[in-house]
């Protein structure tokens, strides 16, 4: 009885994320034909491969580093380890494309860096472009890695130690024993970030806009924006979708029947570095930290500091609570939404349900007007057939909206955008849960509600945490959504940021982007507080 | 267990219905409005016309492409009584899908000149932007500045800056050019330019600037606010601005427009507005702040804009910029224009 | 038998608070230790130590005469060809019991290390679980996939760390009497580090109590329950309590139950007060006795009841008697001691 509560909660869920993206899949129905004449010969050829590099690049790239990172703070000791631990995720909270543009500032030829260097050295020496591919990619990496790095470390804290002492006792040296086990079992968190990379990647518009790097989703704003044709790009958006979707179930074929989690009881210790090493770990947690966060954030506290008694008004307050009511709120919906998804896919262990949890995390690689307007049109339809309903029934008139501009719809919204980060971080934490655990508690009487709070909530408090916060600070940087969707005269500070930015007076908008990330290190703070308990 | 379950539901639905505007309009005359042009230009406008008139103006602001959707879903169910867009191109295609009503207005006739309005007069212009060529004067001799079009030529290889053809500003330009030259003719143009470029185009036109000051490329095509704003800041700024095709049909300009929604609830005072925003009440409040042109010629530009010298408009309609605009992407694409 | 593992005087500092000072015990051959201790005497610190995870700032660990650990020196874990089985066996979930078991035995052909996987299974009772995976096993059996992986690479040594902890109390002891005969039929010496005296009891040749980072004594179960060394021992080891008694003669003393033989310690002369150790095996039902003492509290225990009986003087005794004598809490019963020698401690000696 309790159970079927659960699948029916499931099945809404589901069919809430699902409806924008069933609606943007709708316009395959009447291909654009003259459009995509144009497109296929033009167009895609280029930004598939495009797309192609910079998903590998990305992918590869930021889980190195994520990896990496995790592996040094879950499970070493060197000086200002602790302060990294949280610090790492910083990068979160600056918006890819505020480091793209800052780092692009830094390097391009008009730069500091390279102005110094013609000053000194003359003309004519070469100095690697920024804008590139290779410097997408790494701009790109040094802003996701964050995702990989905190599902990586909660694998790592909760096993890598104990496991590499159990293999070096096995004849595997710590090195050995990284690669052979401790790397192979953080398989399944490593896979869960990386995807999230991927579809941030694959939707991401503004980063490709400062770089000018043409991807799919730089197309798919072509044809809406460009070529008058919100069907093309619907139609575009649509095969993303379903190219995303035949990955994420490929991926769950090959997990296969593999278990990646030991219950362990309680943390072996870390391993001290000494020497050479604990100075390269320094130096390198340090360099990411540098290029990934600090050189972004004192250039938007140089820019805010010059337009501060220009922009700084009293409604400066307002922008703040705004952004962070709405961010919290959001993390806690999706994540009680994606906890519900992910304990269906576990009680009916099916593939159905796997797949449908799966399913609902779509929208995150929908480029994000598209999915805007994916969630606008049925709000709308509803909104009119209610006010028509109750024109008719009770002769109320005025009325424009009973759904559109409310919080409410503002929330699905961002829930249907946001369940990726959310429902692959629990879903990976509820591996650490055994059927045994869930068995024994059953045998002791604890079913539905009861079972959840008492066992599976403490047990995947971590990874709640993770999805909470990841949540949180993709909201606060969310744009198109908020855009459409927000009540009139109901701004936060990511709306601030897109009215200066849109006509690219970049200083400007470092106030409210340096907003954004104060906001940010509130939740980054109190995660990394919960984790050294 | 189900007696919580549904006292919690309730609690929650009470919680969010808090969040619910109330839909219902109050007796104040008020204007809802659709901007594309930003909140720290647009409010300021409002906040002196509510002064002088005390209509409310309630807005919200979104990229075009979203406000338009937004238009297109919410049909007769609109609050929006204007739009307003940062570009001719979109007017135009929000008059294409159906989302304008007549503009009939002697008044706004009489202050906004011909080929800064539609045709059919469903919207128009307000605030001009003039999209020019600019040089670094320690490497190009003004004299040998001429047109758009002969950028493309020889002369100019490895000296060109642009901005990326993703940006209406260009698709604008090179509708304009199709308008005037044919396509076949401005694809030639468009491969001329893209085998001249020094560098990848930029995203924007302040870096684009910046280049030519740095030396990076010689001469480019950038909107003169974003010149003016630099030079604002930075008064020695080492690129100077050219009005380009005197001899021929003059600059390329392109506009910040509005129009009233089909679907308005409140066309009378949408008209009330236009029609201020094109007075001399509004002209000057409009586009200082952001050193753009008035639409209206009979209002002075601010001093710094008239500094740069008087120059001619391109008196195609503006409008042309949207009917083109899709040939224009597509042609582009072809170049290998990015 | 030479002495296979010695720890000398070893000693381990963790943030300036000392984990164990000078240690010193060893081990021959074949032999089975137990380090029993309430958690965070040390006793895990000490087999990290022995294993190299951990180094010591003084002492020495030695295993057939050859240095492993001293400050100066640490042998590193892979190369000390030592076993061991965690408390929580940490076995790789994504590799099947066989690949678990075969996963130190990377240098040898493949046809040997399945002939030695095929023997691990053979002792440990899971013959054809080599391709389960160790989700699909309950927690006795991972625990025996765990040990036959340490002892699959034949150390010299193996350690286990309160390996029966996550198990359930009924399996415990048979586990521990089966894990004893694996080993001693492999001749393999054996430190098990644990709190459970029952454990220690089952398994061990030899067990070292410790408290607060020292062995407070070091003897076979039999001499640690039957002679412990001083009051701490006596009060870890079984149960029992202490009744207040006069030194009577060199080997007398008397106690509020009657006069009672002791091994005395020299030190005490008559007349002087000390602590009784009284066991619960010590004190039998008799009706016909005279000495009546009132049921406090009873535990049932299937074959017995352990009373707890106040005395007319109000001191506490446990009596373990017979369970088909059945009393209720406030029932005066009739007992006497049957003791062959009780152990006194002087009142201040811990």
């Avoid at chain 1, 540098?290 to 004192?298: E, G, K, T, Y």
């Amino acid at each position: 009885m309790h159970l079927s509560r659960l699948l029916i909660l499931s099945l809404l869920i589901g069919l809430i994320t699902l409806l924008p993206i069933g609606v943007v899949m709708s316009y395959l129905i009447y291909p654009e034909s003259a459009i995509w004449q144009h497109l296929w010969a033009y167009v895609l050829p280029e930004i598939i491969s495009n797309t192609a590099i910079l998903l590998l690049g990305t992918g590869v790239v930021s889980a190195a580093l994520g990896i990496a990172l995790a592996w040094l703070t879950a499970c070493h000791e060197f000086p200002l380890r602790r302060f990294f631990n949280w610090a790492l995720i910083l990068p979160l909270a600056m918006p890819a494309y505020v480091t793209a543009f800052v780092d692009i500032g830094l390097f391009d030829f008009t730069g500091p860096v390279q102005t110094f260097i013609r000053h000194h050295f003359g003309e004519g020496i070469w100095f690697p472009p920024i804008r590139s591919t290779p410097g997408v990619i790494m701009v790109m990496s040094l802003s996701l890695y964050p995702y990989v790095y905190l599902l990586c470390r909660n694998a790592f804290l909760s096993q890598g130690a104990r496991i590499t002492e159990a293999g070096q006792l096995l004849g595997l040296t710590r090195n050995k024993a990284f690669w052979r086990l401790a790397l192979p079992m953080a398989r399944p968190w490593i896979v869960g970030g990386v995807i999230v990379v991927l579809m941030e990647t694959l939707a991401d518009f503004g980063t490709m806009s400062v770089f000018n790097f043409d991807t799919f989703t730089t197309a798919i704003y072509k044809s809406w924006f460009g070529l008058f044709s919100l069907s093309a790009a619907a139609q575009l958006a649509s095969l993303l979708v379903i190219v995303v979707f035949g990955l994420l179930i490929a991926e769950q074929y090959f997990a296969g029947r593999k278990r990646y989690h030991t219950p362990l009881k309680n943390m072996s210790p870390r391993f001290t570095l000494h020497g050479r090493t604990k100075w390269l770990a320094l130096i390198f947690c340090s360099s990411i930290l540098l290029f990934a966060f600090i050189l972004p954030l004192l250039q938007l506290i140089y820019w805010s500091a010059q337009v501060f008694t220009q922009d700084f008004d009293e409604r400066y307050p307002q922008f703040i609570w705004h952004t962070v009511l709405l961010a919290s709120v959001s993390a806690g919906l999706v994540v009680a939404a994606a906890l519900c998804l992910a304990l269906t896919a576990r009680t009916y262990p099916n593939r159905w349900f796997k797949a449908w949890g799966r399913l609902a995390t779509l929208g995150y690689a929908v480029p994000g007007s598209v999915l805007a307007v994916g969630i606008f049109i049925p709000v709308a339809a509803a909104d009119t057939y209610l006010i028509n309903f109750f024109n008719a029934q009770f002769g109320w008139q005025g009325h424009s909206s009973f759904l559109r501009g409310t919080l409410f719809i503002m929330l699905l919204a961002l829930m249907v955008r946001f369940m990726a980060p959310g429902f692959n971080s629990i879903e990976t934490g509820l591996q650490r849960i055994t059927k045994n655990q869930e068995d024994a508690a059953k045998g002791m009487g604890l079913f539905g509600w009861q079972l959840l709070r008492r066992i599976h909530l403490p047990l995947l408090k971590t990874s709640l945490f993770s999805a909470a916060l990841l949540v949180f600070v993709d909201t606060m940087k969310e744009m198109p959504i908020t855009l459409m969707t927000r009540p009139f005269g109901w701004d936060t500070l990511a709306v601030r940021v897109f009215e200066m930015t849109s006509e690219g007076q970049w200083d400007r908008a470092a106030l409210p982007a340096l907003g954004i990330v104060l906001v940010g290190l509130l939740p980054v703070f109190l995660l990394s507080r919960h984790q050294e308990n | 267990m189900l007696k919580a379950f549904l006292q919690n539901s309730v609690k929650s639905l009470a919680i969010f219905s808090i969040f619910m505007p109330l839909a219902v309009h109050a007796g104040v005359d008020e204007v809802v409005v659709y901007s594309a042009r930003n909140e720290q230009l647009i409010k300021p406008l409002f906040d002196a016309y509510t002064k002088q008139t005390g209509t409310v103006v309630r807005f919200v602001t979104d990229k075009e492409g979203p406000l338009l959707e937004r238009l297109k879903a919410e049909g007769s169910n609109t609050p929006a009584d204007v739009l307003i867009t940062v570009d001719a191109g979109n007017l135009w295609q929000a008059a294409n899908s159906g989302l304008l009503q007549r503009l009939d207005s002697t008044i706004i006739q009489t202050n906004i000149p011909a080929h800064l309005r539609d045709p059919q007069n469903l919207w128009t212009g307000l605030s001009v932007r003039a999209r020019t060529i600019f040089f670094n004067p320690k490497k190009v001799d003004a004299k040998s500045l001429t047109t758009y079009e002969d950028l493309a030529k020889p002369e100019w290889k490895g000296r060109l800056c642009l901005r990326t053809s993703k940006k209406v500003y260009n698709q604008s330009l090179v509708a304009m050019l199709i308008e005037e030259h044919g396509e076949a003719q401005t694809e030639q143009i468009v491969k001329g330019w893209v085998q001249n470029l020094a560098t990848d185009v930029f995203p924007d036109d302040t870096k684009l600037l910046e280049s030519i000051a740095a030396g990076q490329c010689d001469v480019g095509i950038a909107n003169t606010y974003y010149f003016g704003r630099i030079v604002d800041k930075k008064p020695n700024f080492n690129v100077k601005l050219f009005w380009a095709n005197k001899g021929q049909k003059g600059v390329h300009v392109n506009i910040s427009g509005a129009g009233i929604t089909k679907h308005a609830k409140n066309s009378v005072g949408a008209k009330k507005l236009i029609e201020w925003l094109s007075s001399k009440d509004a002209q000057n409040l409009f586009t200082d702040k952001d050193m753009e042109f008035p639409a209206n010629p009979a209002i002075a530009a601010d001093p710094v804009l008239a500094g740069w010298g008087s120059f001619k408009q391109n008196l195609i309609n503006v409008n042309k910029a949207g009917e083109r605009q899709s040939a224009a992407v597509k042609l582009m694409d072809r170049a290998g224009y990015k | 038998m030479s002495n296979h593992l010695q720890v000398a005087q070893a000693s381990h500092f963790y943030q300036q608070k000392s984990t164990f000072q000078n240690l010193s015990f060893s081990l021959e051959t074949g032999k089975i230790a137990c380090l029993l201790g309430s958690s965070g005497c040390g006793k895990t610190t000490i087999l990290r130590c022995i294993a190299g995870f951990e180094p010591i700032q003084s002492g020495q660990i030695l295993i057939a005469d050859q240095l492993l650990s001293s400050p100066a020196k640490v042998v590193p874990p892979h190369l000390r060809q030592i076993g061991m089985v965690f408390q929580d066996y940490a076995l790789f979930p994504h590799l099947s019991v066989g690949k678990n078991i075969a996963f130190g035995l990377h240098q040898l052909a493949a046809t040997a290390r399945q002939k030695i996987v095929d023997e691990m299974l053979e002792l440990v009772r899971l013959k054809g679980s080599s391709d389960v995976y160790p989700h699909e096993l309950s927690g006795g059996q991972q625990q025996r996939v765990a040990l036959a992986r340490a002892l699959a690479i034949r150390p010299q040594l193996l350690l286990l760390d309160e390996p029966f902890s996550n198990l359930d109390v009924e399996l415990r002891e048979r586990l521990s009497i089966e894990v004893r005969d694996i080993l001693k039929a492999r001749n393999m010496t054996a430190i098990l580090v644990t709190h459970d005296q029952h454990e220690a009891f089952a398994i061990a040749d030899e067990v070292g109590v410790m408290n607060e980072g020292r062995i407070v004594q070091w003897d076979s179960p039999y001499s640690l329950y039957h002679e412990p060394a001083n009051r701490f021992v006596a009060d870890f080891i079984g149960e029992g309590t202490f009744l207040p008694g006069t030194v009577v003669s060199h080997n007398q003393i008397r106690i509020e139950l009657g006069i009672v033989p002791s091994r005395m310690n020299p030190d005490c002369c008559v007349g002087c007060t000390v602590q009784v150790l009284i066991r619960p095996d010590d004190i039998i039902h008799n009706d016909q006795s005279p000495v009546q003492a009132r049921v406090t509290q009873r535990a049932f225990r299937g074959a017995e009841f352990l009373y707890t009986l106040e005395l007319d003087s109000g001191a506490k005794i446990l009596s373990l008697v017979p369970s088909h004598h059945n009393h209720q809490i406030g029932e005066k019963i009739g007992i006497q001691l049957e003791i062959d020698h009780v152990i006194a401690f002087k009142k201040s000696s811990t």
